[in-house]
């Protein structure tokens, strides 16, 4: 019996699905759910957690997060126009920073400025500029190249048009040409505030104190000092969609709004 | 050069205006000369259209005289001021000199009315009130004071040039730069914008406009001169170079440009 070419998608279609949900059941079927539960779902034990998990843990995430962007931003956007400098060597500077700083794992620079800090200088920053430095310097490598993208996709008689009406250039960039920059940049900068938001966990390598503790800190603490297994990870991490999957949302709806006013 | 205060005749707006002067102006991008030796004056008050085919230099030779460009010989004066003294206050200049560009360039990010008064702030620090009374009179001047509340893009290519018009005015320059005003235009917008260019040029209005609209330049300028290859082939009076080109390649480019219908076969 021939099947037409619509007919041949379909029956695929069904095919692929199947597969799938057998495969699905078999990973059911062999999962020891006695231990699983006991260790992933145990939920009666995790009373302790909270209000903590919200109070520190998901407060001093945000917080860090913030500082982290705030200076990811700035540095982002000093950076950003330093590569796009006429002058040579702002724009080595600048590529060598973000080539150093998106090539190296962050925990890396978390330990440098956490640990190698106090041991150069002797001086121990409080756990708050840790993070600010840490997070934002590498933020800012990775915002930069956001922002540059932003700044060239503006169009250069905007910059001509405000030069032409006697602005100068530090003027023109600054009320013209950066805001612009922005809103064209919008959807992936709120994707660089989830990444941070989950860089943020990294600080765990470092000694924190209990109100130091954010999500991550929080759900480790709570695996050794509850004895319901990796439960309280899992709701760390229920609490970590709770803040990017809005942020999600929130960058899909800059992203039509945009597509929508290009035309 | 010296600035006069002229007066249309029929009006009441009063200009300042200013002349400008250039003098053997050389521009090479690289080791590509487009403009060879370029003298061309314009006397306070005076509309002057530039034509010729594409790729002639008329765009760079503008925009050298507000230095968009930085000449490499030659010089020029607009105004007081001498735009080729490497110590000129660039800025300062550039308030006296008005640019409409083909693309409009209007900042997409600002309604129509801080289009026209974001300069005024930051650069001539006028009051945000003073600003925008400037601008609305501006925006009336080029029949737009009702659309002061609207962004760019809900305007018409036709109005969003008027409102270029209207942004570069509400500096008060002394001589404006048209650039192509009608080129990117859908054509039954066209008349709107040459019909404010045309108001500004009895107004008194210094002007320098490249332009491929033969009827108004017949009709407003005082003088047109025709570029071809990064030099002034030919000038003079609308109704001589236009009417009766003495030129051959003016001839020829005006044969093409008033009748496009007109089909020639390529020669190489
Ligand atoms: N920024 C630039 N860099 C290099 N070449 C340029 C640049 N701007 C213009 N040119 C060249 O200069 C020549 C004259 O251009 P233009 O002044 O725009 O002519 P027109 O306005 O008469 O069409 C063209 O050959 C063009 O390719
Ligand atoms: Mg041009």
Redesign the interface.
Known sequence: MAMTARQRAKTSLYVQAGIFVVAIAALLLATDWKTISANVFNFGRIGPMFPGIFTAGLVNTLIYTALGFIVGLSGGLLLALMKLSTFPLYRWIATGYIEFFRGIPALLVFIAFGYGVPLAFGVQWPIFVVVMVSLGMVAAAYIAETLRAGLQAV?K??L?????????QW?AMV??II??AF?IVLPPLTNEIILLTKDSSLIYVLGLTASQYELTKFGRDGISSLGAGLTPLLVAGAFYLVVTIPLSLLARKFESRSAR?K? | MNDVETTNPGGTQTVHAAGVSIKDLRKSYGSNEVLKGISLEVRPGEVVCLIGPSGSGKSTLLRCV?L?EQPNEGAIQVGGFEATDPDVDI??M??K???V?Q?F?????LDVLRNCT??QT???KRSQGEADKIAQANLERVGLGHLAKRFP?QLSGGQQQRV?IA??LS?NPELMLFDEPTSALDPETVGDVLAVMRKLAREGMTMLVVTHEMAFAREVADRVVFMDGGVVVEEGVAERVIGAPQQPRTQEFLRRVLDPTHIEVAED
């Open positions: 169009p008689g905007q001509e048009a405000a030069r032409s009406l006697g602005m100068p003027r009320t013209i805001p612009q809103k006013t035309r | 507000n968009l800025d300062k550039r308030r000199v008005g640019m560009f693309q360039n209007l900042f997409p990010h974001i300069a930051k650069v001539l893009d270029a942004r570069a500096m």
